[in-house]
């Protein structure tokens, strides 16, 4: 059975250099993260990550860049997209049958951004785009980011929704208090990443997004970035959301959910209630979730799944929802 992992990551030495030049790494400590193995890893798009995507046995990997992504760029960030794009595809050329991509956009210039996703996917064969929540203080509800999200939705391509970290003021208010790494650890891959990529998601549900574009489709890591686990919550906002349908709705009809890496029964069984089966997609995480012991395969072969919903799950979900992409 194909297996398809949607949320496998890259980092490029220009990027790193741009984050670097900036000093990123000062205000988001999860740049910190990239160095040593998983830095190696990252930046190769050749013989050890196919190596280990056999080991692991996933069959294609859908290659993004790796938060915070470009989103801390302005200007210069246009080119750098078009490059890191452009390399991505030589990337997938080389290895046709084992690498899918994610445009990656400078998101700080949207007019601009929605120009690069529609070559990405016009021209370069992209299935669509991975964007890291907000741009410095405005958030993707915000309109200036409407280009973007017409163009997903115009070319009927999915829009992964990644985690970043927190706003210092916000981990200041609740992520700060202890160690500096465990400040850091608990402001991003502990919790506070995962807070923030949910709460982007609802933003955009509350202002009306998929009101206006019903057919925008969004994914969510990690099971859902803890919102399925608080939809019978989330339903007491239809009293006050003035929206052409309740909460569950938008679950229902524009998110999809991936594992990235969680390989977890009862979570994938709590996605399966709120989202349904033809809404689950599969992924990895690479390289920050990789384990030995052909784990990817393993888990689907125990996920507790029938047949055909395991097919779904493994590759036939992500194929139907970039059918317009497929060459």
């Not at 990239?34 to 050749?46: E, H, I, K, T, Y």
């Not at 990235?260 to 029964?265: A, C, H, I, N, R």
């Amino acid at each position: 059975m194909k297996l398809i992992g949607i949320e496998e990551h890259f980092l490029t030495s220009a990027v790193a250099n741009a984050w670097n030049a900036i000093g990123l790494e000062m205000s988001d400590p999860s740049v910190g993260y990239n160095q040593g193995v998983v830095g190696r890893r990252l930046a190769d798009l050749a013989g050890e990550r196919l190596a280990l995507m056999d080991e692991s046995g996933l069959d294609i990997q859908v290659l993004s860049l790796t938060t915070p992504a470009l989103h801390d760029l302005g200007r210069e960030s246009v080119e750098l997209a078009q490059r890191t794009n452009d390399a991505v595809a030589e990337a997938v050329a080389r290895h046709p049958t084992r690498f899918q991509a994610m445009a990656t956009l400078p998101v700080s210039i949207p007019d601009e951004a929605a120009l690069e996703l529609d070559r990405c996917i016009s021209t370069l064969g992209f299935k669509g785009t991975m964007l890291c929540g907000r741009v410095g203080a405005r958030h993707l509800d915000d309109l200036a980011f409407a280009p973007i999200l017409d163009c997903a939705a115009m070319l009927g391509v999915p829009v992964l929704l990644h985690p970043r970290t927190p706003p210092m003021a916000v981990r200041d208010a609740y992520y700060s208090g202890f160690s500096p790494l465990v400040d850091a650890g608990f402001a991003t891959v502990g919790l506070g990443w995962h807070y923030d990529a949910g709460i982007q998601f609802l933003r955009l549900v509350l202002a009306g997004t998929f009101d206006r574009l019903p057919g925008l489709q969004v994914i969510l890591g990690h099971w859902g970035e803890l919102v399925l686990f608080y939809a019978e919550r989330l339903a007491v906002m239809d009293r006050v959301s003035g929206l052409s349908h309740p909460i569950a709705h938008y679950l229902r009809h524009n998110l999809y959910v991936t594992a990235s890496g969680m390989f977890l029964p009862h979570y994938l069984e709590r996605a399966v209630a709120i989202v349904g089966t033809d809404r689950l997609l599969f992924s990895t995480d690479y390289p920050y979730q990789y384990r030995p012991g052909e784990d990817a395969r393993r888990f689907l072969s125990e996920c507790g799944l029938g047949d055909a919903d395991k097919a779904a799950f493994a590759h036939g979900n992500w194929l139907r929802l970039t059918a317009s992409c497929l060459q």
